[in-house]
């Protein structure tokens, strides 16, 4: 099945009642308060007059730059040397929300984007992973369960979940995400066992990783309502938002023709959305920043600053910098670039499986992200059994039990492939760089011939 393009006319969802998170906080959440120095510290900075004697700042005359220059992909060079900004970008980050200059962006972005209906305010990050414990630590204990896709982003689960003894259950997805009927039995089962109900649900409803999806507006208005009437909080986590395309037209959706999100209809305050500039400038800034309620936002900073003392500052200081320089128009004109390299991949990816797996597996064309889903026909038992002849083609994969996390729930975490039907431990991900495509396709086809594969591939080449 094809996902169907959001509708950015999108009204947002009938209000029920505002969410009351002291109702949703688990024992971290309830507890954690802005420690006593930080709440000196931002009460304080930027006062003029201030004579600070409590925070254990260095000077700025101890740090040892004194301006930061960079080239940009296009030539043009981009001058940091205010006294100011090059001090901050040194110093720690002492403001709560995050560096201004940046704060103001992300804020005025967010809202012309998706125009949240209930009442959100913002906090610059990390970047998603940490934003990501933060949110659990604060809404979850330990045996709480959360709900997210059959196939999930495997680190969130084997690095964060299982290390603090959450479970997680798979809720079963289609061409166009979560199925709301699935997740409504699961939660009315949850519900007449008499057991602590599921405390959130992550979803990526863009891109997902690993299959791809898109989920359309008509299916998140659905599992909005039924999150509505289960207090469920949605943890939405779309790092892929920006990198939306169409493979066959290649023509760039740009920055307002990217559809509506889950913040978009919160009418309630029950969704916690998660941005990322990861994907579209670096991971290796490190930041990000989150959309939520004020109760819950005013949580994950005291959670954020208490484990971390706030972002990096230097990032914050070179990404808005660099925001600045570009404005609203170089910033979507960079956007579309991205569009259009990843809609080649997806072409070329597309074209690819086209030529030399026709007849032979199943696949939805790539509309965002980095990701693609192919079901070969057949049946092998164990991606196991052909790992070493793919690695011997010089074909790296990693096998799709990874990913797949399936309704049943084992131990006091995750599904293992034991508990898996047979087809489904077959999946297989693939990353691939483009001298590697064809190449690729042609060593599945020796391999599989008429057997059964499920499989991700990545579209993050970038040659």
């Given at each position: 099945?094809?996902?169907?393009?959001?509708?950015?006319?999108?009204?947002?969802?009938?209000?029920?009642?505002?969410?009351d998170y002291t109702?949703?906080?688990?024992?971290?959440?309830?507890?954690?308060?802005?420690?006593?120095?930080?709440?000196?510290?931002?009460?304080?900075?930027?006062?003029?007059?201030?004579?600070?004697?409590?925070?254990?700042?260095?000077?700025?005359?101890?740090?040892?730059?004194?301006?930061?220059?960079?080239?940009?992909?296009?030539?043009?060079?981009?001058?940091?040397?205010?006294?100011?900004?090059?001090?901050?970008?040194?110093?720690?980050?002492?403001?709560?929300?995050?560096?201004?200059?940046?704060?103001?962006?992300?804020?005025?972005?967010?809202?012309?984007?998706?125009?949240?209906?209930?009442?959100?305010?913002?906090?610059?990050?990390?970047?998603?992973?940490?934003?990501?414990?933060?949110?659990?630590?604060?809404?979850?204990?330990?045996?709480?369960?959360?709900?997210?896709?059959?196939?999930?982003?495997?680190?969130?689960?084997?690095?964060?979940?299982?290390?603090?003894?959450?479970?997680?259950?798979?809720?079963?997805?289609?061409?166009?995400?979560?199925?709301?009927?699935?997740?409504?039995?699961?939660?009315?089962?949850?519900?007449?066992?008499?057991?602590?109900?599921?405390?959130?649900?992550?979803?990526?409803?863009?891109?997902?990783?690993?299959?791809?999806?898109?989920?359309?507006?008509?299916?998140?208005?659905?599992?909005?309502?039924?999150?509505?009437?289960?207090?469920?909080?949605?943890?939405?986590?779309?790092?892929?938002?920006?990198?939306?395309?169409?493979?066959?037209?290649?023509?760039?959706?740009?920055?307002?023709?990217?559809?509506?999100?889950?913040?978009?209809?919160?009418?309630?305050?029950?969704?916690?959305?998660?941005?990322?500039?990861?994907?579209?400038?670096?991971?290796?800034?490190?930041?990000?920043?989150?959309?939520?309620?004020?109760?819950?936002?005013?949580?994950?900073?005291?959670?954020?600053?208490?484990?971390?003392?706030?972002?990096?500052?230097?990032?914050?200081?070179?990404?808005?910098?660099?925001?600045?320089?570009?404005?609203?128009?170089?910033?979507?004109?960079?956007?579309?670039?991205?569009?259009?390299?990843?809609?080649?991949?997806?072409?070329?990816?597309?074209?690819?499986?086209?030529?030399?797996?026709?007849?032979?597996?199943?696949?939805?064309?790539?509309?965002?992200?980095m990701f693609a889903?192919?079901?070969?026909?057949?049946?092998?038992?164990?991606?196991?059994?052909?790992?070493?002849?793919?690695?011997?083609?010089?074909?790296?994969?990693?096998?799709?039990?990874?990913?797949?996390?399936?309704?049943?729930?084992?131990?006091?975490?995750?599904?293992?492939?034991?508990?898996?039907?047979?087809?489904?431990?077959?999946?297989?991900s693939v990353c691939?760089?483009?001298?590697?495509?064809?190449?690729?396709?042609?060593?599945?086809?020796?391999?599989?011939?008429?057997?059964?594969?499920?499989?991700?591939?990545?579209?993050?080449?970038?040659?």
């Amino acid at each position: 099945m094809t996902a169907t393009t959001d509708d950015p006319e999108a009204s947002p969802c009938q209000r029920v009642a505002a969410v009351d998170y002291t109702q949703h906080f688990g024992q971290e959440g309830h507890a954690r308060k802005l420690a006593s120095l930080r709440v000196l510290l931002s009460a304080f900075t930027g006062v003029p007059g201030i004579i600070g004697l409590h925070g254990g700042l260095p000077p700025a005359d101890a740090f040892p730059f004194t301006e930061m220059s960079f080239t940009l992909r296009d030539g043009t060079k981009m001058q940091i040397s205010d006294p100011a900004q090059v001090a901050a970008a040194q110093q720690y980050s002492v403001t709560l929300r995050g560096y201004p200059a940046l704060y103001e962006w992300v804020k005025k972005h967010t809202w012309a984007l998706h125009s949240p209906p209930a009442d959100h305010d913002i906090v610059v990050t990390s970047g998603s992973n940490h934003t990501i414990e933060m949110i659990m630590s604060l809404l979850m204990d330990k045996g709480d369960t959360i709900l997210c896709e059959s196939y999930t982003y495997p680190h969130m689960i084997e690095s964060l979940v299982i290390p603090k003894g959450f479970r997680v259950q798979g809720i079963e997805t289609d061409g166009e995400g979560i199925i709301p009927g699935a997740l409504s039995k699961a939660l009315e089962q949850h519900t007449a066992q008499g057991g602590k109900p599921p405390r959130l649900l992550y979803t990526v409803p863009v891109g997902q990783n690993p299959t791809g999806v898109v989920t359309p507006l008509h299916r998140r208005q659905q599992i909005y309502a039924v999150c509505q009437k289960h207090d469920l909080v949605i943890l939405e986590d779309d790092p892929y938002f920006y990198l939306q395309f169409s493979a066959s037209s290649m023509a760039p959706r740009g920055l307002h023709n990217l559809g509506a999100s889950y913040l978009s209809l919160d009418t309630d305050g029950r969704v916690i959305r998660l941005d990322s500039f990861s994907k579209v400038l670096a991971p290796g800034l490190r930041l990000g920043w989150a959309t939520a309620a004020p109760a819950l936002l005013e949580k994950l900073i005291f959670h954020l600053h208490g484990s971390t003392l706030g972002p990096c500052a230097l990032s914050q200081v070179v990404v808005a910098s660099l925001l600045q320089q570009w404005g609203e128009q170089g910033f979507e004109q960079h956007v579309k670039d991205m569009q259009q390299g990843y809609a080649r991949r997806a072409h070329i990816l597309h074209t690819a499986a086209e030529e030399h797996l026709t007849g032979l597996a199943e696949w939805q064309e790539p509309q965002a992200g980095m990701f693609a889903w192919l079901k070969l026909s057949g049946g092998i038992k164990d991606a196991d059994e052909i790992l070493d002849k793919l690695k011997e083609e010089k074909v790296v994969v990693v096998p799709g039990s990874i990913p797949c996390r399936q309704q049943c729930v084992c131990g006091l975490s995750v599904c293992l492939p034991a508990c898996l039907p047979a087809c489904l431990s077959v999946c297989l991900s693939v990353c691939l760089c483009i001298s590697l495509t064809v190449r690729l396709w042609a060593v599945a086809t020796l391999l599989f011939g008429e057997t059964c594969v499920l499989a991700w591939t990545e579209l993050s080449w970038w040659h």
